[in-house]
């Protein structure tokens, strides 16, 4: 019986490990924490209808490199998981330098998350746009 007893058991197992398995790979390494719990919009009406995106500004920190900086704000009445935020450098000519890209986390209805992101080393002067890419909102 003890042979019987750790065949059942690992057959167990194995099906325990084959569901978790099963859930695992149903989500994208791609997908932003949080994604799965809520729905995801990328239509920029429906966003503009739910955030308020700051214009980023910017400021050079003590070893010279551009800190891009904004705020996002949710005024749905659902929760945000999160915004995913493209920000564009551009020089004087319009000339595209940088695009960078952001994720701000859990924003909860009329509430206010910052952001703060690594621009690096720009020897000349630039103009900054950010729009937001994605953004999911927690089902009611």
Same mark, same amino acid.
């Given at each position: 019986?003890?042979? +019987?007893? *750790? &065949? #059942? =058991?690992?057959?167990?197992?194995?099906? $325990?490990?084959?569901?978790?398995?099963?859930?695992?790979? %149903?989500?994208?390494?791609?997908?932003?924490?949080?994604?799965?719990?809520?729905?995801?919009?990328?239509?920029?009406?429906?966003? +503009?209808? *739910? &955030? #308020? =995106?700051?214009?980023?500004?910017?400021? $050079?920190?003590?070893?010279?490199?551009?800190?891009?900086? %904004?705020?996002?704000?949710?005024?749905?009445?659902?929760?945000?998981?999160?915004?995913?935020?493209?920000?564009?450098?551009?020089?004087?000519?319009?000339? #595209?330098?940088?695009?960078?890209?952001?994720?701000?986390?859990?924003?909860?209805?009329?509430?206010?998350?910052?952001?703060?992101?690594?621009?690096?080393?720009?020897?000349?002067?630039?103009?900054?746009?950010?729009?937001?890419?994605?953004?999911?909102?927690?089902?009611?």
């Amino acid at each position: 019986m003890g042979f +019987f007893k *750790r &065949l #059942l =058991v690992l057959a167990v197992v194995a099906v $325990i490990a084959g569901f978790g398995w099963a859930a695992f790979a %149903g989500q994208s390494k791609n997908s932003p924490p949080g994604s799965n719990s809520g729905q995801v919009i990328k239509d920029q009406k429906a966003i +503009f209808e *739910r &955030l #308020l =995106v700051q214009e980023p500004n910017f400021y $050079i920190d003590d070893y010279e490199v551009v800190r891009i900086y %904004g705020s996002v704000k949710n005024i749905a009445k659902q929760r945000c998981s999160y915004v995913k935020l493209a920000v564009k450098v551009r020089n004087k000519q319009g000339k #595209l330098l940088k695009e960078l890209t952001v994720s701000v986390k859990d924003v909860g209805p009329n509430e206010i998350k910052s952001y703060d992101i690594n621009g690096g080393t720009i020897s000349e002067s630039i103009g900054l746009e950010s729009a937001v890419v994605e953004a999911a909102f927690v089902k009611r």
